[in-house]
């Protein structure tokens, strides 16, 4: 007796059902970790952009200002005492940029103060010498995975470059920071 082809059997189905949710989940992760890689990098470009902002806000203005840190946020201060050094209190707030990952910054005090020429004040900063600015994966796991093409910035007198660091885990420095 030949059977005629009437449809797909409840096994069928159920066979062609896992194997789409198989592909979902699969999916899925390689979705979120890619979209965790983008997230970082466009946070990068942001911070990237908010630190340029400031040098051309204090060549225009012809004032100084302060870069302030925190774990998940850059504050920009005015120095409208006009003291040349960096108080909260005193100093007025200009702008803050909010971050979705953790930062970790190696300039010292977690200061960075923009000079009226529009360059950054490395010895204002701690030691002299350039200085770091990371997303690493002890404080961000989230990013473990993903690996962003760019996770740090190194900052000079003059100029802010994008970077890959070379350990995740490791130090927040120039040596680990490697130019894009």
Known sequence: MSRKNKGLT???LAVVMALLALLA???FSSVKS???AYQAERETKVVLSFLSQARLRALQEKKKFFVAFGSRTLT???DTDQDGSFDAATDQKAETLNL???ITWNGGNGVLPVT???TFDLYGAGAPGGKTLCWRTVENPSLARARPSTD???ISFVQVRPGKLQDPAGVCNKDNCQGK
């Open 10 to 12: 409840l096994v069928e």
């Open 25 to 27: 989940v699969l999916s």
């Open 34 to 36: 890619w979209l965790a």
């Open 76 to 78: 920009l201060y005015e």
């Open 100 to 102: 979705k990952y953790e």
């Open 116 to 118: 009226e020429r529009g």
């Open 152 to 154: 740090c910035l190194y």
